[in-house]
Structure formats: structure tokens, C-alpha cells
């Protein structure tokens, strides 16, 4: 996530306002993909909010529809 970052930020220099998003997904992918290591549920719901966010900025830079999600979601 840190290579991709850095790529999109040399490409607009919008992406730099997310470079802890970024960073903070790296880190949970980094951490959890090893045996042993597990994400709490605050870890995965905070990863969860973390990756919609950047979703959500990268689908509007890309001029793409916002998906909507159910209620309650």
C-alpha cells in the first residue's frame, strides 16, 4: 500500500491528504497474513472504514459512480 500511495501521489497530489489511510492498511495486511496473528474486531472494523474511505476517493478521482450500500451498513 505504501508502493501504491506513493505512485498515486506522483500522479495527484490529492493522495498525499491520504497517506495514513494508506499506511494503516499496509499494516494490517503486513501483521495479520502470518500464523498466529489475528485482527481484533475493532482492527477489522477500523480497516473496514479505513478501506471505504479510500474507495470512496479513488471511485470519485476515477469519475465512477458511488456504490450504494444497504441501510444499516
Known amino acids: ?3 501504491l500511495h506513493e505512485k498515486c501521489q506522483s500522479a495527484d497530489s490529492e493522495f498525499s ?3 495514513t489511510d494508506f499506511l494503516s492498511l499496509d499494516e494490517y495486511s503486513a501483521d495479520i497474513r502470518y500464523p ?3 485482527a481484533s474486531e475493532a482492527d477489522a472494523k477500523d480497516a473496514i472504514l479505513i478501506a471505504t ?3 470512496a ?3 470519485a478521482k ?3 459512480d458511488q456504490p450504494t450500500t444497504p ?3
Open 1 to 3: 500500500m505504501k508502493y
Open 17 to 19: 491528504g491520504h497517506k
Open 36 to 38: 498466529g496473528d489475528a
Open 53 to 55: 474511505r479510500l474507495r
Open 57 to 59: 476517493f479513488i471511485r
Open 62 to 64: 476515477l469519475g465512477l
Open 71 to 73: 441501510e444499516g451498513s
